[in-house]
């Protein structure tokens, strides 16, 4: 089956400082990739999202690169504020059924 | 509604016993999906709906998990003879599709905290 895993699962960075959240997949026909934001007592939230057919996209202080040839994806978020204190979740689906498939997370801490 | 109410937020039970957990998407969409998720671990898929079927029971982890969904709209998660590893967040999700544009954009409910004794 499928498997979605993150490199990190913990990490902390200077408010200010930019952060870098890695996460890696195994299914090399996945087509859809999700990164989800989840703040604690709260049900994820969505962030940014990219199709196959690109390997970078941009958001508001956020943006996702995707490599296909290594099945790797990550999060980079600038300027890293206390509010962006949470745990994420990339996830991916092949289409079928639009099942999400969510990597382990990694908790994001930011330091004043 | 606005965003993905579920209820109860928490709930404490004891062993054996039946719970229902209940999912109230926004309105209009189509889609609606039940996660799990036990302490400090990722999202574990358990079923999706579209409209009012299941087309992929395949996530219920035993026949004790059930789940259904009417009038297109709310949803409910019944777990009979609770077992305390059945204890965890048990999120909803809906997306406006499943297929198509929006349909990969899940909104998130806050979640129902189970704890079973």
């Known amino acids: 089956g499928e498997s979605v895993g993150l490199h990190l699962p913990t990490l902390s960075v200077q408010e200010g400082d930019n952060s870098i959240i890695n996460c890696a997949y195994s299914?090399?026909?996945?087509?859809?990739f999700i990164w989800y934001k989840q703040e604690s007592g709260k049900g994820p939230q969505f962030i940014i999202d990219?199709?196959?057919?690109?390997d970078k996209r941009q958001g508001q202080r956020v943006t996702v690169l995707l490599n296909k040839t290594v099945k790797h994806l990550s999060l980079q978020i600038a300027a890293t504020q206390p509010g962006d204190s949470a745990v994420y979740f990339c996830?991916?689906?092949?289409?079928?059924?639009?099942?999400?498939?969510f990597g382990g997370g990694t908790r994001l801490m930011v330091k004043p | 509604g606005a965003g993905v109410s579920q209820s109860p937020s928490n709930k404490v039970t004891e062993k054996g016993k039946d719970v229902e957990l209940r999912c109230d998407p926004i309105s209009g969409h189509t889609a609606l999906y039940w996660y799990r998720q036990s302490l400090g671990q990722g999202l574990e898929f358990l079923i999706y709906f579209q409209g009012n079927s299941a087309p992929d029971k395949s996530g219920l982890p035993s026949d004790r998990f059930s789940a259904e969904r009417t009038g297109g709209s709310v949803s409910t998660l019944t777990i009979q003879r609770t077992q305390q590893e059945d204890s965890a967040v048990y999120l909803c999700a809906s997306s406006l599709r499943v297929t198509g544009a929006g349909a990969n954009v899940l909104t998130f409910g806050a979640g129902s905290r189970l704890t079973v004794l």
């Open positions: 990219i199709r196959s057919n690109m």
């Open positions: 299914n090399s026909a996945s087509d859809y």
């Open positions: 996830a991916l689906s092949t289409g079928a059924g639009n099942m999400l498939t």
